[in-house]
């Protein structure tokens, strides 16, 4: 079969514009692709009948669910097009959003219900088979595992674009275990976040009014990013670029920053946390300190016992009052804590948080980090003095009548805190902006879009770390008390689960919009983990290497021809919601994936009733009366959205959303844009220095017989170490660091022929002096090795090498995206990063989340 290439597919396209898809019929295509789409124009009088509207949806491909127009023509969609009354992309489309048309009619797509008859571990050989018989055969098996034990069905999600319907309503109803997909993004900084500052969300500028941008290992012109995609971060930056922020970049690659960049600090993988220690540093050192915040907002001035803990009374924490000369409660009136200084209270010696970090933090000059990291301790230094400097400490300004704190100086991170050290590292990162009181400040550190905070705060800090038996992601275990659910790590453990404290092994597994072969870490663990279910299904619209090896049934989902949502259009200073709706009905035999949830749910027996999946959908959603669902009528996903408009004060309910954009548009106002200005300020949170309850998990977990490698980080402050991978034997010079590329986005676009062109093969990224003393010339194929420092496995792939100039010379570079086998789109473009890079000890961080970094040596093939 011929592939479906750019040129043939534009060809085909424009035709279908010019005579009103008379005839589509696209180069390629099997004979079911073909019979599907034929008569698309009935003929009268020999003349066709065009009939074309607009439909307002949203693109499904990307990440931020920009508005689309979508042109239709009897019944297919033939032009895509920006809305542009969505804030989010303002009449924009970027590469992934155009090309995502060619997804609704790719021949390759999986065209009807599908059963495996041939053994797992191998390629799949699949007969065709009828909804009722395929969703007979699910139900069945889900069914029969629920009467079991409910924990013997596993949910293993993607970036699912519905999380009302799936995640807070399908697993609650269902019993299934959830496995998420984070712990391989960013979670480890949406962790560190919620713990420390108490915000959902990785680390954000406030673009509108930064004035010095540290960009973290952020591809910052080529990247998605904290809550977004691409087109937005582009606008943002570039008219922040435009009124003079200034941009120093912290990455071993210097990727798109080129021109967007002031200064490139080319630092080697794995040694951030030694970075932002030092920051931390020079400016306490410097007396770059917010003394005001640090007080009022954070627990820096709480008393800490000569034991690490806090001092409390009645169960209070303590601050050493300087009017009084004494302690006291935190919140007495009048009191005016300490920072510094050390102090009796009885026979108790303590001392203010901040000063035991600023004793803690003192070993960490920039000489000292000057090798750690690969940089000059001089530009290290250079760094630190210019947030001083550009934190503008004590300023306010005043917008729309509100007096705020200005703090010009901003941050940006995503998923490079996907690496060993990375929760202490972004709380490091944190830190030192704490210092300078730019949390929430005009100008300052951002990250949850949502102007809430979150109930991680609290939760974070108070883990009960229980005994064994544990579930399968090990949660609250004396292993990971914090704990993002790593499906890598869960393979891993279930190599050998009486040593983890698991007790059972699931049977069932469900897998929506999601290829854990290529997306996860340690390939291979994956691998032996798939092939211990008794019964796998799979719902996604193309055939995955998950599901080619391991799937029993797949199930055909829709891609943009369904009602999918809710979902917000907040770009950090807007805010609005949008659905999706479908421009044309399914394609092929495929369904929407909430009617076949809701099938699926009937057929197992739990979607009526109290506790059923309609009684969690109209919580999940915030459904009230009149407007909840019958508990007992079976829904369709149209009525459930026209209820959801409807209770949500859209009085056209779902029509609304079929003929217009965003519903209920705002701008933010300063008073709920800004943390410092809500009432009370930082939602009454006070921000934590000081990880008293990271010390108390470290010391539960060495009572109850932890290895020292799973506990080592729980430290109150940020600890350096080094990092596992740096015990790889020295043959092993090459630090591997795996990057994304911005016109992919997981399993739904790396299939799409027009993609492919824009990126069409893996490469090793590698600096040429690097490659040239070992004889590599640019192009040529070479064998990469990596090796697990704990248990000295190694695992190779082949692939060729493309020189890069920007990046270090002891650090190389993989892209995801690549290694697959079934879609001949994109089979034999290189290998998959992932197949090198390991979890378990030293490879996941202390919240489970997965590292992305090893040691490899390259050799010519």
């Known amino acids: 079969m011929a592939q479906l290439t750019r040129r043939s597919f534009v060809k085909t396209a424009g035709a279908v514009t010019v005579v009103g898809a008379a005839s589509l019929k696209l180069l390629g295509a099997d004979d079911l692709f073909i019979e599907t789409l034929k008569p698309v124009l009935p003929r009268a009088s020999g003349k066709p009948e065009i009939t074309e509207e607009i439909v307002h949806t949203t693109c499904w491909i990307g990440k931020q669910d920009c508005s689309i127009l979508a042109h239709v023509v009897n019944g297919r969609v033939v032009k895509l097009e920006g809305d542009p009354d969505n804030p989010r992309n303002k009449g924009r489309l970027c590469p992934k959003g155009q090309a995502q048309i060619i997804s609704f009619y790719d021949p390759y797509r999986v065209k009807a219900p599908l059963r495996r008859v041939n053994g797992k571990g191998v390629p799949g050989e699949w007969v065709e088979t009828s909804w009722d018989e395929a969703l007979t055969l699910v139900s069945d098996k889900v069914k029969e595992v629920r009467a079991k034990d409910k924990r013997l069905l596993v949910w293993q999600k993607g970036r699912s674009k519905a999380e009302p319907f799936y995640d807070n309503a399908f697993v609650p109803a269902s019993g299934a275990t959830k496995l998420h997909h984070g712990a391989f993004c960013s979670d480890a900084g949406y962790r560190a976040n919620e713990y420390t500052i108490g915000f959902n969300g990785v680390l954000h500028p406030d673009f509108n009014h930064c004035k010095y941008l540290l960009n973290w290992g952020w591809n910052i012109v080529n990247a998605g990013g904290n809550k977004l995609c691409w087109i937005t971060f582009n606008q943002q930056l570039l008219d922040a670029r435009g009124r003079g922020m200034k941009v120093v970049t912290l990455d071993p690659w210097k990727r798109g920053a ?63 009052d ?392 729980y430290t109150p402050f940020p600890t350096w170490r080094s990092p596992t991978m740096d015990s790889s034997p020295s043959e092993y010079d090459l630090y591997l660091i795996s990057h994304k590329k911005i016109m992919f986005k997981q399993s739904r676009s790396t299939s799409n022929p027009l993609l492919k062109e824009l990126e069409p093969n893996q490469y090793l990224e590698m600096n040429p002096k690097a490659a040239e003393a070992r004889g590599i010339n640019d192009g040529d194929e070479i064998v990469v090795e990596s090796q697990n420092a704990i248990t000295k496995e190694t695992r190779q792939v082949k692939v060729k090498v493309q020189y890069a100039e920007g990046i270090r010379p002891d650090t190389v570079s993989m892209s995801h995206h690549y290694g697959h086998w079934v879609n001949p789109n994109v089979k034999e473009v290189g290998p998959a990063p992932n197949t090198l890079f390991f979890s378990g000890e030293g490879y996941v961080q202390m919240t489970a989340d997965q590292s992305f970094q090893v040691k490899v040596r390259v050799t010519k093939a």
């Open 322 to 713: 300087t009017v009084s000369s004494s302690a006291k409660p935190f919140d007495a009136a009048g009191v005016n804590p300490a920072l510094e200084g050390e102090y009796s209270v009885g026979n108790e010696k303590v001392k203010p948080a901040f000063q035991a970090f600023k004793e803690h933090i003192a070993q960490y000059t920039p000489e000292w980090a000057e090798d750690i990291c690969g940089l000059p301790a001089e530009r290290i230094r250079k760094v630190g003095e210019e947030l001083g400097q550009n934190a503008m400490i004590g300023s306010k300004i005043v917008l729309d009548g509100v007096e705020l704190p200005y703090r010009p100086v901003g941050i940006a991170a995503y998923h490079v805190t996907q690496q060993e050290l990375g929760f202490q590292a972004c709380r490091a990162a944190i830190m030192a902006f704490m210092l300078l009181g730019a949390i929430e400040a005009v100008g300052g550190l951002r990250s949850d879009f949502g102007r809430k905070t979150h109930g991680n705060f609290k939760s974070l800090d108070e883990v009960q770390i229980k005994d064994p038996p544990y579930n399968i992601w090990l949660q609250n275990s004396k292993y990971f008390p914090i704990n993002s659910n790593n499906s890598s790590l869960v393979a891993r453990v279930s190599q050998d689960p009486g040593k983890y404290g698991v007790d059972y092994t699931p049977e069932v597994l469900m897998i929506h919009m999601s290829n854990p072969l290529l997306s996860f870490a340690d390939q291979k663990a994956l691998m032996e983990w798939l092939g211990k279910f008794k019964f796998t299904v799979v719902i996604d619209p193309w055939m995955s290497e998950t599901a080619d090896y391991y799937a029993d049934v797949v199930l055909p989902a829709a891609t943009i021809e369904k009602y999918e949502g809710p979902s917000s259009v907040n770009d950090g200073y807007n805010d609005g919601s949008v659905i999706r709706t479908p421009p044309m009905r399914p394609q092929f035999q495929s369904r929407a994936d909430i009617d076949i949830y809701i099938d699926l749910c009937e057929r197992a027996g739990f979607l009526y009733g109290k506790d059923g999946y309609i009684d969690k959908l109209n919580g999940s959603l915030g459904l009230k009366d009149p407007y909840k669902m019958d508990l007992d009528k079976k829904p369709d996903a149209r009525d459930i959205f026209d209820r959801w408009a409807k209770s949500s004060g859209i009085g056209e309910g779902v029509k609304y959303f079929e003929n217009k954009t965003v519903a209920n548009p705002k701008k933010f106002a300063i008073k709920d844009l800004y943390a410092p200005a809500w009432n009370p300020p930082y939602g009454g949170l006070r921000h934590r220095l000081y990880g008293e309850s990271l010390k108390r998990y470290g010391e539960v977990m060495k009572e109850k017989g932890t290895p020292e490698n799973f506990r080592r980080d």
């Open 258 to 320: 080129g021109p967007h960049t002031d200064e490139w600090l080319p630092n080697k993988p794995g040694s951030d946390l030694a970075f932002f220690l030092t920051l931390s540093n020079v400016l306490i050192e410097r007396g770059y300190v917010d003394v005001d915040y640090l007080k009022k907002y954070t627990n820096s001035p709480y008393l800490i016992k000569s034991d690490g803990y806090l001092l409390k009374v009645d169960g209070k924490e303590q601050v050493w």
